[in-house]
């Protein structure tokens, strides 16, 4: 309960942050549409290109498949590292004084953007690495890729705030990353996980809500609950994500030079995390 209740207070501080640029919620929503289109125009480049038609042989239509899905899977990457730079673009400007738009926002990312689809090729690669390891090597597989994916999550925490805020380089940003969290507060990092209880917990009565709609309602009661628990869950979803975010900023700016910006307490920031 104790750690919940430091989420929590975490968690309110960053809204406290996020709801003086509420518009900055556009940019996970843009990320979702975004790849919704990149994943429309995959399946049309598929179709038209006989990607997904097996009369052409099997080889040949593997092999086309892989390449489409595999530059489907770079784009969708680096369009949610894309958006998530501009996120904590607009919540650095914020944490220093700032006014952040959308606009600014999206402009400090596309600032970083080399260094930014990097990173998404650096993160796609050891995504895809890590899944043939466990397609190939059994349970023992996954339970190794479990412990590299959380570890690797952990290490890597930082990495977009390096770039945004302190202008690293793809590589580089990881080995800064790995090097704060690992100077200042280990290797058991509590806030992922927090965020992500906090977004179950808050996302479970919508999808109660929608289930009750949808048994109760007699006929469009069904595509009502539906509607319901999607748009629900989603909402929750970019709000969870940008608090997150905002949080995640204000970590790199304590790590990197012991300040807690933007109203957030040093204590609450050290108690998110386990030492060594």
Do not use: C
């Not at 917990?201 to 009750?212: G, S």
């Amino acid at each position: 309960m104790g750690r919940f209740a430091n989420t929590w207070r975490l968690t309110k501080n960053s809204w406290s942050l996020l709801k003086q640029d509420r518009e900055l919620l556009w940019l996970p929503v843009l990320s979702m549409l975004t790849i919704l289109v990149i994943a429309a125009a995959a399946a049309v480049v598929g179709f038209v290109t006989g990607s997904f038609d097996a009369s052409g042989g099997a080889e040949s239509v593997e092999g086309s498949a892989v390449v489409l899905g595999l530059v489907f899977a770079f784009v969708a990457t680096a369009t949610v590292v894309y958006f998530e730079g501009a996120l904590v673009a607009g919540a650095h400007e914020r944490m220093t004084g700032g006014d952040p738009t959308v606009r600014s926002a999206m402009g400090k990312a596309a600032s970083r953007l080399p260094s930014l689809l990097g990173w998404a090729l650096i993160t796609l690669t050891v995504g895809l690495v890590l899944r043939f390891l466990r397609e190939r090597l059994g349970w023992l597989g996954q339970m190794l890729t479990f412990l590299a994916e959380a570890a690797w999550g952990v290490a890597t925490y930082l990495v977009v705030p390096a770039i945004i805020i302190d202008d690293y380089r793809s590589f580089a940003s990881v080995k800064h990353s790995m090097s704060l969290v690992r100077r200042t507060w280990g290797e058991n990092l509590i806030a992922q996980a927090g965020f992500g209880i906090l977004g179950f917990v808050i996302a479970l009565p919508i999808i109660l809500v929608a289930v009750l709609i949808a048994t109760l309602v007699p006929g469009i009661g069904l595509y009502i609950g539906i509607a319901v628990g999607v748009i629900g869950v989603l909402a929750v979803s970019v709000v969870v994500s940008a608090l997150s975010l905002y949080f995640k900023t204000a970590l790199y700016e304590y790590a990197v030079d012991g300040v807690a910006h933007g109203g957030f307490d040093i204590d609450e920031m050290e108690a998110s995390f386990r030492s060594k």
